[in-house]
């Protein structure tokens, strides 16, 4: 498959990658990096702070995310140094996440593929991820809070899952008709 990085766009829902599984990285190469350095700059322009392969149209397990904190307390590595510069984007490569804490945080959570929609979503505050980075290492990261939300949040589309199947009833009742809106709208086109 030939991929141009610089023609790469975040696509919105209902695009069918979306609601799709996506598939193993199998290899760390120039393409690889060069798909993420495109999707930093997409999450930068679009103000996001995660973006994962299926929004700019890509089946691949990999995303990015970028949290920013005065003092980064929502990076805990386990053990070592932390996979990326604390001040700069983490790029995840086939991540796996584990050991989600047992409380679930309610908080809104919007999405650069949904645009004007967001909702509240209820996560664990905690979780580690398990990923490979641009360098073809694994990194393991235990992450709390907003970076743990990112990360969960970016994993789901990994697997077809997006907020509005997250939703608590209360948000999915509030934008059912904007969800309806969307969804012919692409019937349109």
Not at 56 to 75: C, G
Not at 79 to 101: K, Q, R, W
Not at 135 to 146: I, K, P
Request: proline share 8%; with cysteine; hydrophobic share 40%.
């Amino acid at each position: 498959m030939s991929i141009d990085p610089d023609q790469l766009r975040i696509v919105s829902y209902p695009a069918p990658i979306l609601k799709a599984r996506a598939e193993p990285v199998p290899e760390v190469d120039d393409t690889v990096r060069a798909v993420a350095q495109r999707m930093i700059e997409l999450m930068h322009e679009a103000e996001g702070i995660g973006l994962a392969a299926p929004q700019v149209n890509l089946p691949w397990r990999m995303f990015v995310a970028e949290i920013w904190s005065e003092n980064q307390t929502d990076f805990r590595p386990e053990g070592g140094e932390l996979p990326c510069a604390t001040d700069g984007p983490l790029v995840c490569i086939n991540p796996v996440l584990s050991e989600p804490s047992r409380d679930l945080v309610p908080l809104d959570e919007g999405c650069l593929s949904i645009p004007g929609i967001a909702g509240e979503v209820r996560r664990p505050s905690e979780i580690t991820l398990t990923a490979t980075n641009l360098d073809g290492e694994e990194f393991t990261v235990r992450a709390r809070d907003l970076l743990a939300r990112c990360f969960q949040h970016e994993y789901d589309h990994l697997d077809g899952m997006l907020i509005i199947d997250r939703f608590t009833h209360k948000a999915r009742l509030r934008h059912r008709q904007a969800i309806k809106q969307l969804e012919a709208g692409s019937r349109l086109l």
